[in-house]
């Protein structure tokens, strides 16, 4: 049984429960990222006042306002004008090569992606911080801004339910475009199955890092990708050029798979000398482990 936000995204609902309470947190302590659990610098008594929102572990108690408790018997704080809100930016590929077809009974490599970023945005938007959504194929296919609240986190799976994108070929150079539309000092997640050239990429994630952004790149892969089953003569077409191959796999696959490693490595040494959190998924994975275990160890590195 799977949960909707609207009538085309759904994810697990055991997913968004075994994630539930998992703080989504910079490893950034910059000025202007933090409300509440990322306050600023600046926060004080005089800033002005704007609203209440309920009380979370952590808080000043000095913060909870007493007189609604006294008419609600529940715990709210005040909200004030300096205090900023997180901006996540969830960046994510839609091209060709995320839509080849999976093998039986698992996801395609773009639904799979699409549950990531959906599951993601659900997190940031419960913690009341603001979610913003980029869909890039052969171009910027969509662009919705970081904004908060529960009709927005519906926009955004309306979209992630039927995500627009084809072509493809130039992930890293298309994200690169989106130069100020990402704004400093946020957190980004690319989502990516990172098959396409990579300076590009390492490019435009390097320039995310300079404007003090906490990235995070998600390469999501197929399983018959990672251990290439084939048995027979087959032929191998690229989902974004139509170059096809015909070939016995017992020829090459000792070749592809240390391309393959050889490429994963690249990327791995990258994202660590860059302080870029590096995930690999294959479409066969458990979400529910991968996902809350990732993101407890970045508490417990954050906090540690």
Not at 71 to 88: F, G, L, P
Not at 156 to 181: D, E, M, N, V
Request: net charge positive.
């Amino acid at each position: 049984m799977s949960a909707a936000v609207s009538s085309g995204m759904k994810i697990d609902p055991r997913l968004l429960q075994s994630l539930k309470g998992v703080h989504l947190r910079s490893r950034m302590l910059v000025r202007g990222m933090y409300n509440n659990r990322h306050r600023t610098s600046d926060f004080g008594s005089s800033t002005e006042f704007i609203d209440h929102r309920e009380y979370q572990k952590g808080d000043a108690i000095r913060s909870i306002d007493w007189r609604v408790f006294a008419r609600t018997d529940r715990h709210y704080v005040k909200r004030h004008e300096m205090e900023a809100n997180m901006r996540v930016h969830l960046l994510l590929d839609t091209s060709d090569s995320m839509r080849v077809p999976p093998p039986d009974g698992l996801p395609s490599k773009l639904e799979l992606a699409a549950a990531i970023t959906g599951a993601i945005a659900t997190m940031v938007i419960s913690q009341q911080d603001a979610a913003g959504l980029c869909l890039v194929g052969d171009k910027i296919e969509e662009r919705i801004p970081a904004r908060q609240g529960m009709n927005h986190l519906a926009q955004l799976f309306q979209h992630l339910g039927a995500p627009r994108g084809t072509g493809g070929g130039a992930f890293g150079t298309q994200i690169a475009h989106l130069g100020g539309h990402v704004q400093a000092r946020g957190m980004v997640f690319v989502i990516t199955d990172a098959l396409d050239e990579l300076e590009p990429l390492y490019k435009a994630m390097r320039n995310m890092v300079a404007r003090h952004n906490d990235v995070t790149l998600l390469q999501v892969l197929d399983l018959a990708e990672v251990e290439f089953p084939f048995t027979r003569m087959t032929e191998f077409r690229h989902p974004e050029t139509g170059a096809r191959l015909a070939a016995n796999p017992s020829d090459v696959r000792d070749r592809y798979l240390q391309r393959l490693r050889e490429h994963q490595s690249s990327l791995e040494s990258f994202c660590r000398k860059a302080r870029i959190d590096y995930v690999p998924v294959q479409n066969n994975a458990d979400l529910m482990v991968l996902l809350r275990s990732h993101f407890l160890r970045r508490l417990m590195r954050r906090f540690g």
